[in-house]
């Protein structure tokens, strides 16, 4: 058993390692040693080209300073929601809390489209109140920093919701009450007991708010005005054919990623003071005595679930909307299920939305079995690869598995692109840059690292002595992961694979960068639409999107409770 074990070890290592290689080492050396030539000789004039330029050093300090103050702004608005719906119950309390995690099924573009058919000045909010005070202009205009920030923090603040909500459920009631029974006050009890654990976390809630607004394109193309961003100058360099600049500033988005993984990496360790927390019981909700209190808590519910709403309705409303009928009015004028008979009787409709579900599910499954590769070699029962690879192997492989997660979308498009758009030594021959296969090879690459975590996540679950007692009793390896661990974490293996599926779907930045017309998917549709000015067409895409979404997230969920 121990041979067999170890050979399955090296072939799995193997498919692992040549996965890495093609897909995560190559492309992005590739851009970096592009980023240090030209004319055929090594140089570092490309950086010395694009850091003396104002608008390159501006979209620089525009992107990190819109990222800081978007984690800044999402933990204002996650948290205390967290608190609120974890530690009090009031009226309504179980429906709010789904609500406010509701922007989690939107897709980058989609949401950006909701908010401009709500909030822009041409929208719902600023007709309204233009033509109920009798304005000559639109009471606001939806755009630079107040726009950016709003956005990002209506879409984003869920990571602190959600993470923050989960930390609150794994700390020990018991704590708190100690220190409160040795005469600690409230204030000390949360810095000194509650904060350290929420710590992991908050800085996670914080790491995925940082990199998500770091590779922010839709929101800052379609009314950042004069805010310039890395992700939007990479993209117009590439749209003017000047592939060095945007090589070169691909590299310095990667590199403040990178960074910023690393930060995180480092206050690791505090993850297992919480691991600790979870020995002993969580603090039950406190219900709400005083009237005043719990009218003012149900509030503030109420108002947040009418904000989160409020996008998605416009939204569904304006799918409705006759083409060419909502102009200056408040609400479209007439309406129409036109734009749905479209999607559905058209064939262009039809083949965007084939194009998608082919890619993402071709990328979902693609990174589901590879997981399974990937896992089986980090796992901690796996003893014989550490003792073959050595455990700065199975540390070197979890920080690549890594490294496209979190890169963002720009990056990884750019680098896949670079590598594989000539004839390359790993390759030969053929060219990936213009074929089918681009999409879901970037799709892969950019959420296999979700599904790998999902998997991880069940695969800590399972004893690894149940596969030591089948291989005892004569199972053979390909017996013991079918009958053993197959049958014990396919619920969060599933899951995993449905939200990378999802987030493929609704996929916009790297989609722009690299597909041909053989695969265009929803994305590239919702976007022609809208620069066709076909409204209601757009907004029946983003409908039909989050439909797909909402019902995938829900089998997740249920997938998940069932792991648990």
């Not at 779907?505 to 695969?519: I, T």
Request: net charge positive.
């Amino acid at each position: 058993m121990k041979t067999d074990f170890s050979f399955r070890s090296v072939i799995l290592f193997l498919v692992t390692a040549l996965v890495l290689l093609y897909g995560v080492i190559y492309p992005n050396l590739s851009v970096v040693v592009s980023s240090f030539q030209r004319d055929g000789s090594w140089t570092i004039a490309n950086y010395s080209e694009i850091l003396s330029q104002r608008v390159v050093i501006e979209s620089i300090v525009s992107s990190l300073g819109l990222a800081i103050g978007t984690v800044a702004l999402c933990a204002l608005v996650g948290v205390p929601l967290a608190f609120l719906f974890e530690r009090f119950t009031f009226p309504g309390r179980r429906l709010f809390a789904a609500l406010a995690a509701l922007p989690l099924v939107l897709p980058p573009l989609v949401g950006t489209v909701a908010f401009i058919f709500l909030c822009g000045e041409s929208g719902i909010l600023a007709h309204g109140i233009q033509n109920l005070l009798r304005l000559q202009n639109p009471p606001w205009r939806l755009r630079g920093w107040p726009a950016l920030l709003l956005f990002h923090t209506y879409t984003m603040y869920p990571f602190f919701y959600v993470l923050t909500g989960a930390g609150l459920r794994r700390i020990d009631a018991s704590l708190a009450e100690a220190a409160r029974s040795l005469g600690a006050s409230s204030f000390t009890v949360a810095r000194r007991v509650l904060l350290p654990q929420l710590t992991p976390s908050l800085l996670a809630a914080a790491l995925l708010t940082f990199m998500t607004s770091m590779a922010s394109f839709s929101a800052p193309l379609l009314f950042g005005g004069g805010v310039r961003m890395l992700t939007l100058e990479i993209f117009s360099a590439r749209q003017r054919g000047d592939f060095a600049m945007a090589i070169t500033e691909t590299v310095v988005l990667a590199v403040i990623s990178l960074a910023a993984l690393i930060v995180f990496q480092r206050y690791e360790g505090t993850r297992k003071f919480a691991a600790a927390a979870m020995k002993g019981a969580p603090r039950r909700r406190a219900s709400i005595g005083s009237g005043a209190a719990r009218v003012l808590a149900t509030v503030v519910a109420v108002f947040f679930a009418i904000v989160l709403v409020l996008p998605v309705a416009t939204l569904f409303l304006v799918s409705f909307a006759q083409e060419g009928s909502w102009t200056t009015q408040t609400l479209p004028g007439a309406y129409t299920f036109a734009n749905y008979k479209r999607l559905f009787g058209d064939q262009h409709a039809s083949e965007v939305f084939f194009n998608s579900f082919t890619m993402a599910a071709i990328a979902a499954l693609g990174a589901l079995v590879w997981s399974f590769c990937v896992v089986t070699l980090l796992r901690r029962g796996a003893r014989t690869s550490a003792r073959v690879f050595g455990e700065g192997w199975r540390r070197l492989l979890s920080l690549l598995v890594l490294v496209p997660w979190a890169l963002p979308g720009t990056v990884v498009a750019v680098s896949v692109a670079e590598a594989y758009g000539q004839p390359s030594a790993l390759l030969g021959s053929f060219v990936l840059v213009g074929t089918f296969w681009i999409l879901p090879v970037v799709y892969f690459l950019r959420f296999m690292p979700l599904v790998v975590r999902a998997l991880q996540a069940s695969m800590e679950q399972v004893d690894p002595s149940l596969e030591e007692a089948a291989g005892s009793l004569g199972a053979r390896a390909w017996q013991r992961f079918l009958r053993v661990t197959l049958p014990l974490v396919w619920p969060g293996a599933v899951a995993g694979g449905l939200l990378a599926f999802v987030i493929a779907l609704g996929e916009y930045v790297a989609s722009v960068l690299v597909f041909v017309p053989a695969n265009r998917p929803i994305s590239i549709a919702i976007a022609s639409e809208l620069r066709d000015f076909n409204l209601g067409s757009a907004a029946a895409y983003g409908v039909v999107l989050i439909v797909i979404i909402s019902i995938s997230m829900m089998v997740a969920g249920r997938l998940e409770r069932l792991r648990g």
